[in-house]
């Protein structure tokens, strides 16, 4: 990590191609960093603080650094499990971590309280899979994955103070569950397949717009940078993603999509997230 990351606004991207995760000044895309010791780096995400989340698949844990920082300041253990993604939930900052599978079945949600200590965990009988989740700006956390008996896709809601999920029906097709996030307005939901993010009314399951990535192949973990601190939250303008088949990340205007605007490299690309300098 060079000695002036910490000053700059920092774009993450975990690469499955080298197990490594890279690190960009955002939005220039300046690499100025490069984590390692993965066993497959997957989804990330980042809290009030700016530290980053980075879900390690191969290795059952989660491991926390800080902003522009090369070393891990906190690792915590997911054993039994294979996660995917997370969220940090802002009014409280609890982490969420979706975990595709266990070593015995099916997946689970699992809570680390304050991002600390050991999860508590949540399931759904009829969810055979679950990809990926967001939270709210209210504390609820969306996922998506697919049901129990026949695949199809599965949208559903683990409402604030609830142990139990809401499944929504949602008036679009998907080919593979995408990444999750609030955008300031709707919850962003992606088509992994099709490069495509749809913002949904979480409460009716209501498809309110979409966002094509253009140029973009196999989008898994997106990224949609949250207005400043201090600026009113509205839906964002940006939206940082990766492009796995393309061996590439990059930025593109959301939610008017299109072709990129800036683009890097990265094998194998998975998730990106943004983390900015306080």
């Not at 008017?256 to 300098?277: E, H, N």
């Amino acid at each position: 990590m060079t000695p002036d990351a910490k000053s700059h606004d920092l774009m993450y991207a975990s690469s499955l191609g080298t197990d490594d995760v890279y690190v960009y000044t955002y939005p220039k895309g300046k690499l100025v960093g490069t984590l390692t010791g993965f066993g497959g780096p997957q989804g990330m995400c980042v809290d009030a603080k700016g530290d980053v989340f980075i879900v390690d698949n191969a290795n059952s844990d989660i491991v926390e650094y800080a902003h522009g920082g090369k070393k891990p300041i906190a690792t915590l253990s997911d054993a039994g499990y294979y996660p995917w993604d997370c969220s940090v939930d802002a009014t409280t900052g609890n982490l969420a971590v979706a975990n595709i599978y266990s070593a015995s079945g099916p997946g689970d949600i699992a809570i680390y309280a304050n991002a600390q200590g050991s999860p508590t965990s949540y399931s759904d009988p009829s969810l055979a899979y679950i990809y990926f989740c967001g939270y709210d700006n209210a504390g609820n956390l969306y996922l998506d994955g697919l049901y129990a008996g026949n695949y199809s896709f599965a949208f559903a809601e683990l409402p604030v103070g609830s142990a139990a999920f809401t499944n929504i029906p949602v008036t679009q097709s998907f080919e593979q569950p995408g990444g999750v996030q609030w955008d300031g307005k709707y919850v962003a939901v992606g088509d992994e397949e099709a490069g495509v993010i749809y913002q949904i009314d979480g409460t009716g399951g209501t498809v309110e717009g979409s966002t094509t990535l253009s140029g973009a192949e196999q989008v898994y973990q997106f990224w949609i940078p949250t207005a400043k601190k201090g600026k009113k939250e509205n839906q964002a303008s940006k939206v940082l993603a990766p492009s796995q088949d393309n061996n590439e990340a990059g930025i593109w205007k959301y939610p008017a999509g299109g072709l990129p605007i800036k683009t890097v490299t990265d094998q194998y690309a998975f998730g990106v997230t943004l983390s900015r300098v306080k």
